[in-house]
């Protein structure tokens, strides 16, 4: 199986995708988590990342496209993968659909979670991710047992920097100028589904998986 997980920042698509790596046993591809790691260790794809991170902008198509494809061909991408994260332009893509078809491949679906702008915000504001395994929290729809510290591994959480009112804003704004007309790319190919991104994570999750199943 490979998925597109697409939604604007803050619709659960990093929460499914970490879900539905554990049930189907298909690895994850998060750009966003490869760029913070690149960005923690200070490497030069990190200090080339950092800046645009930081101010909620788009890291260069060519940066994350090469990633990309440094990423699909590795052994355990053999089963499939899920993109969360990647496509977030139509350039990027573009060379997705270029890259899989020289390699006999393409993409199965694209799963749209649909959410409102208002509850977005909501949920970007208040959440946590842990430091150590990526498990992600929020005050109130999701709270850790214990402040700070992580459920599952009982590593630290933290909140992004990017997860802050100004760069919401702006990473909402770019999702509907750059990354939304996606939709109608994929639209096109017979590959988009769209679901609904409200309600408990479990619910959504069960609604993904009668989708890809
Ligand atoms: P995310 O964790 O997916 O919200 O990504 C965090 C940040 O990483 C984004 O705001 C961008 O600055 C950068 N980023 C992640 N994925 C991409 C992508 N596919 N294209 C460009 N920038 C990206």
């Known amino acids: ?76 991408c053999s089963v499939g993968f899920i993109l969360d994260g990647f496509p977030r332009t139509i350039v990027q893509a573009e060379k997705l659909e270029e890259t899989l078809a020289a390699m006999e491949q393409d993409i199965d679906l694209v799963a749209d979670l649909v959410v409102d702008r208002d509850e977005l915000l909501i949920r970007l504001a208040g959440r946590s991710t842990c430091k150590n395994c990526g498990a ?33 804003v702006k990473r909402q704004d770019i999702y509907n100028r750059e990354t939304a007309p996606l939709k109608d790319f994929y639209r096109k190919r017979g590959k988009l589904k769209s679901i609904q991104g409200r309600g408990g994570m479990d619910e959504i999750f069960s609604n993904l998986c009668k989708m890809v199943t």
């Open 1 to 76: 199986m490979r998925l597109i997980l697409l939604g604007p920042p803050g619709s659960g698509k990093g929460t499914q995708a970490n879900l539905l790596q554990e049930k189907f046993e298909i690895p994850k591809i998060s750009t966003g988590d490869i760029l913070r790691a690149a960005v923690k260790d200070n490497t030069e794809l990190g200090k080339q990342a950092k800046n645009s991170m930081d101010k909620g902008e788009l890291v260069p198509d060519d940066i994350v496209i090469g990633l990309i494809k440094e990423r699909i061909v590795e052994p355990d």
């Open 136 to 168: 992600m929290f929020h005050q109130t729809s999701h709270p850790p047992k214990v402040e700070g510290v992580c459920d599952e591994c009982g590593g630290e959480l933290y909140q992004r920097p990017d997860d802050n009112e100004e760069t919401i």
